[in-house]
């Protein structure tokens, strides 16, 4: 072959390579590879050795046993993980004993102005002085029982019941809100998943891409030693190819490693988490839910119980009114006693009058101190919400903005990529370098839509958590 028409022919031998690699690209729409001139017609069986058959088996069989497989809604997905990482966190279970405890404490609360009875028993020496003189008995049996009950002590006890009950609703709304949380985590972290194995997907069909160039261009090269600088640019495209794709690997293996800590082994597929989580609310309903989240709620309940337990404190220097009913008995043998046998019995009312405690006040002060200072949290609490959902709201709408546009870049892209092919391999006006560089830019603007969709969704989903929550969406 004439050396002048060695660069032609070695042009259009790569371009059918690149095109023919293009073809198996599950999630590119290329256009028809142009058809061949007669002088490129020999070199068919190297374009055909740069495509990977076997992986392009696996992945219509893989295709084929997906399209059998029963559709799985996302969501559902969504749904199982969180369902089994609440289920399996020792957290949560902690939380929930927590909450069931501050239970017991109301029950225990109320218990307090209930009936009461008690039974008292003793046996020793005793004795007794009157008028008549001492007298003493070597053992002397002693029993009463004792039966009492609150009548009225200026609503302390009920203050106290106020409070624990506050106090367990601020146990629940924990339990909730920590629920909330390992659902926030977890739908991060499948997001996350999904995120990388999408980079793998993108890295594998560049480093097929490569590998067929370099395939092609390293049988060029032992032609026509003057194209090495070519054959060297597309190895090192190559290898940082295989680096992205090797580094996108053990980041998706470390996500599922952390994935596997919260919902246990058996992780379902990605497939379809990347178009959840793509509708934002509006600002104004988000910010209005903020009052409705668990954070918020257990907040407003802790402020409470503090202010029923500065009234109870007050109260405790109010008189107290209780009944009472007492019946003991006594019997002696030997002494000077002798034998004998004596009961007593009393019935009436008790009034406990408070004089002097000096401890009162400075502890209801304290009490009501506290209370203030509970309620200044809820509301600074809620501010601080209230601003992180506009931030969030606005980094939301961000991200899915630079998602569209990155969407629109990438369309130009793929045009760009088959224009160079294209004047390259037919004209000669493009060089195997642009060609690389169009490539890389393709691809690198793929892992750049995946990541900004992504960080959208999750942004959504802080954005849900932040006011009714992750779980109700799931819901």
Sequence with gaps: MPRAARPTVARLL???AL???GASEAQRASRPAPAAPPEAAAPQPTSTRCLDESSIAEANAAAAAEAEAPAVDPRTTLQ????????????IGAARLLAEAALDDIEQARAAAGLKASLNLGIGPGGRRDELGTQHAESEGRASINVSQLIWDGQRTERLTSWRERLAEAAEQGH????????????TLALERSRYRQHVVVYGQYVRKMSCLVDALDAITRADRGRASELVQARKSLQQAEIAQAQSQSQALQVEIRLRRLVGDGLPSTQGLAGLLLSVGELNELVADVERSADIAALT??????ARLAEATAAAGRPQLSWNATSSAAGTSGGSIGTTKQGTWSLGLTLNVPL???SIRPATDAARKRARAAELQRAELLEQRRFRVAEVHEQTLTSFDRARRVGAVLRDSEQLRNF???QWQQLGRRSLFDVIGAEAEHYNLRISYVNALTDGQQLNASLLSLGRGVQQWLR
């Design 14 to 16: 790569l371009g059918l």
């Design 19 to 21: 095109l023919a690699a």
């Design 80 to 91: 199982t993980l969180v369902r089994e990482a609440l289920a399996r966190s020792n957290q």
């Design 176 to 187: 909730l809100s920590a629920r909330e949380q390992l659902a926030l985590a977890t739908v």
């Design 301 to 306: 309940a802790q402020a409470d119980a503090a």
């Design 356 to 358: 002097w405690d000096r």
């Design 420 to 422: 160079t092919l294209q």
